[in-house]
């Protein structure tokens, strides 16, 4: 059903200011799941502006069509937010004011048992944001231990990626690994107890298959210098992150853009002519104490923002 698409906006109030929103200007809510930062854009916009709603999630997009159904200032285009440019190209827009990308898994999909996000539920092992493609449970049951001890490491951060590699390798022999509470289970007891304590022991092996399946930090860099190159001078990039992973390929893509003359120390001129592309709006802003009790899924959530000062 469209209208269960729910979706608690972390840092909604640091993340619409930091778009400085001109009424009569041209948005892109990148990954708009349920509208939620995407009604705060349209309250600042005038009758002129003009707003871009996009998402992968088929449910995502049902939701926003519905939501937005009368406002003829709103846009909803089933893409993902990777092919930025060709989806303003193929509406003849040059460039925008803002753009807002929130790479967070939203509260409907952790939410719906079935979509297979979460490990507090049983429900198929499925993970994958578009609802198309190989799923979570088509990598534990095809790759090899050492892809999968890859990817557990990599995108996980976990320690024990080997020992979970291996044990997904056995399990899988004697069954096929389906659902979410199977695999839970599988990476629990391949961990030592004292490792089990500190928050649910699935926790980094879901966020690693999750990654993978959606390939979410694959083409992130390019994605950010993408969603950079169709701003305007003067016009903001803002993106929320949640891990590590990627709030460092964020920070690594603003550090790019913000970067002056590379020249040797030694040189007595510039004859490189490299000048920054953009500048920094604030090192990064995290939730209020406030916000952290209302929405524990803003714990680790981190929002950058960028203006573009040059072509």
């Given amino acids: 059903m469209a209208n269960s698409f729910s979706h608690i906006p972390v840092l909604f109030d640091e993340t619409i200011d930091s778009l400085c929103i001109k009424p009569d200007g041209v948005y892109v809510d990148a990954t708009a799941g349920g509208g939620g930062h995407s009604s705060g854009i349209l309250e600042k916009l005038g009758e002129n502006g003009r707003l871009i709603c996009i998402d992968r999630d088929p449910d995502a997009i049902e939701t926003l069509t519905e939501r937005f159904a009368s406002d003829d200032r709103v846009t909803v285009v089933h893409d993902n937010y990777c092919n930025i440019k060709s989806v303003l190209a193929s509406m003849g827009i040059d460039g925008v004011d803002g753009i807002l990308a929130d790479l967070g898994v939203s509260s409907h999909q ?33 790759l090899s231990e050492a892809e999968l001890t890859r990817i557990i490491r990599n995108y996980g951060e976990e320690r024990y990626a080997q020992s979970i590699a291996r044990n997904i390798v056995k399990a899988r022999n004697f069954t096929p690994i389906e659902t979410t509470l199977q695999l839970a289970e599988i990476v629990s007891n391949s961990m030592p107890a004292k490792a089990r304590r500190n928050g649910h022991p699935a926790r980094r092996t879901f966020q690693a298959l999750r990654i993978e399946v959606n390939g979410e930090l694959e083409k992130l860099g390019g994605s950010v210098e993408d969603m950079f190159d ?82």
């Avoid at 952790?110 to 990598?139: C, I, K, V, W, Y």
């Avoid at 406030?290 to 923002?305: D, Y």
Wanted: with cysteine.
């Fill in 110 to 142: 952790l939410d719906t048992a079935e979509r297979g996000f979460s490990f507090h539920n049983d429900a198929p092992l499925d993970m994958r944001m578009s609802q198309s493609g190989p799923t979570a449970a088509d990598l534990c049951n095809t």
């Fill in 230 to 311: 169709c701003l305007y001078i003067d016009g903001i990039l803002s993106i929320i992150t949640f891990h590590s992973l990627e709030d460092r390929t964020v920070k690594q893509e603003f550090a790019k853009f913000t970067e002056g003359c590379t020249c040797p120390p030694e040189f007595p001129v510039c004859v490189c002519g490299k000048t920054p592309r953009g500048k920094l709006q604030f090192k990064f802003k995290e939730a209020s104490e406030q916000e952290l009790e209302n929405n524990a899924r803003s714990r680790s959530a981190k929002l950058r923002s960028i203006i573009k000062i040059k072509d």
